[in-house]
């Protein structure tokens, strides 16, 4: 079976720190690969995702960037946090079929001060 | 470009009772999925159901059934006999067949069952 993996639970940073959260995908290759960042407990709003290694795509142009560099490794990045940051940010995966629905990773809590 | 619309922000209801929560979409395609997720305190999503527009029969799940109106662009969720557990943000989602393989979510609604 399938795992996503979504570390750390919890981050405190400064404004103007760099950021890098981690998410890995296990039981399956090739997967799509998501970040959502969700803002004081509301809607999803999808930041990046990719559908292979070195296919990223961006839907929000922001303070943060998105890299993938092994199969089943999304990394969400930024250089100088904002406070406008903070939020829950989730990472998903879900296999290349349109019906396959997502799998969440437990996300993690962004506090910038 | 699709959209998402969940017109309730907040539901309340007492346990054992029905509830329905509404979502709208906007598409000029005609080919697509619908999914609706729970996230409950613990901010898990939860896959509840999911509907294939082509086809015609609804969706059920246990107690979670749908009610899609594909010529209104309407997918509305029905929690029968609701529990303490159902507690929880709810969030319509839809994603194209064809093109960019990514979930659109509407902005949720929070439901909450009182005993």
């Known amino acids: 079976s399938q795992t996503i993996h979504q570390w750390p639970a919890t981050l405190v940073q400064p404004v103007g720190s760099p950021l890098s959260l981690e998410c890995t995908v296990e039981?399956?290759?090739?997967?799509?690969l998501y970040w959502y960042r969700q803002a004081a407990g509301r809607g999803l709003q999808l930041l990046f995702y990719?559908?292979?290694?070195?296919?990223i795509s961006s839907e929000v142009p922001q303070n943060l960037s998105a890299s993938r560099p092994q199969d089943r490794q999304f990394i969400l990045s930024s250089k100088k946090l904002l406070l406008s940051d903070s939020g829950f940010y989730l990472c998903?995966?879900?296999?290349?079929?349109?019906?396959?629905?997502?799998?969440f990773g437990n996300g993690t809590r962004l506090t910038v001060t | 470009a699709q959209t998402v619309t969940q017109s309730q922000p907040e539901m309340s209801v007492q346990e054992a009772e029905t509830v329905t929560l509404s979502c709208t979409y906007d598409?000029?395609?005609?080919?697509?999925?619908l999914f609706w997720y729970k996230q409950p305190p613990s901010r898990q999503m939860i896959l509840v159901i999911r509907q294939e527009a082509y086809k015609q029969q609804n969706a059920t799940e246990n107690r979670f059934s749908v009610n899609f109106q594909k010529a209104a662009k309407s997918f509305s969720l029905k929690i029968s006999d609701s529990q303490l557990g159902d507690t929880a943000m709810y969030f319509c989602a839809f994603i194209l067949i064809q093109g960019a393989q990514k979930l659109v979510f509407g902005q949720g609604t929070r439901l909450t069952i009182n005993p």
């Open positions: 998903a995966w879900k296999f290349s079929l349109p019906n396959s629905p997502l799998h």
């Open positions: 990719s559908v292979g290694i070195g296919q």
């Open positions: 039981g399956t290759s090739n997967p799509n």
């Open positions: 598409t000029s395609e005609n080919n697509y999925y």
